[in-house]
């Protein structure tokens, strides 16, 4: 079973920089739809960006330009470099792991939801002033 760690958040001004790790352990193989999720107290949890198997990166038109979701495979590490960070990026933001379509993000006419990912970490917090 997969286990997912967090880590990277903290404390930053408007337009400042972070980068969110999020180390992956407990499989024997990669079929995963990998994403970075985030959410603020008393909303639902809201997709920032998904990776596929192959590397093939979505994100959020919030975060498009600003976010980039990367990937070490040989330390099974996944990262989210955060850029130009504005008050609005404030929240818990979590790794998750879908096995469903074997490492596709895609579910045939919709990229995969909150609802089809199966692995989370316990999120790192992020907080944006300005």
């Known amino acids: 079973q997969i286990q997912l760690v967090e880590s990277g958040g903290g404390s930053v001004l408007a337009g400042g920089s972070l980068t969110l790790s999020c180390a992956a352990s407990?499989?024997?193989?990669?079929?995963?739809?990998m994403a970075w999720f985030r959410q603020v107290p008393g909303k639902e949890r809201e997709n920032v960006a998904l990776?596929?198997?192959?590397?093939?990166?979505n994100y959020a038109e919030t975060v498009k330009g600003r976010f980039t979701m990367s990937k070490d495979t040989t330390k099974d590490i996944l990262y989210l470099q955060m850029t130009n960070l504005k008050p609005e990026d404030t929240a818990m933001y979590y790794c998750?792991?879908?096995?469903?379509?074997?490492?596709?993000?895609?579910?045939?006419?919709?990229?995969?939801?909150?609802?089809?990912?199966?692995?989370w970490g316990q999120g790192t917090q992020v907080t944006v002033s300005s």
């Open positions: 998750a792991a879908s096995p469903m379509y074997s490492g596709g993000c895609w579910n045939g006419w919709e990229w995969l939801r909150e609802s089809d990912f199966g692995y």
């Open positions: 407990g499989y024997s193989d990669d079929r995963y739809c």
């Open positions: 990776r596929t198997r192959a590397g093939t990166t």
